[in-house]
């Protein structure tokens, strides 16, 4: 079964996901604005997922791991939770 593992900050509105994601691009330390901004318990740990198989993830948050590069910060994906920015770091 495919593995991957992901970071990711979780948000309540698109706009807000767009300006953590304005400050990314703008250099910002992913793990840091992780903390200050996701509504995820992951955020303790800077928005690291572990490692999880394909299919335990809904589906848009699925397909943006297990397809789209590596490393690179994905989003706004929409989901029931909210809106997510996603950096895969491993896929197997």
Known sequence: MPKACA???LVKTEKECLAIKAKLNKGGDF????????????????????????????????DVVFKKPLYEVHGPVKTKFGYHLIKTVYRS
């Open 7 to 9: 970071y990711h900050i």
């Open 31 to 62: 793990n840091k604005l992780a903390k200050q901004h996701s509504t995820c318990p992951s955020k303790k740990r800077g928005g690291d997922l572990g490692e999880f198989n394909k299919g335990d993830m809904v589906k848009a948050f699925d």
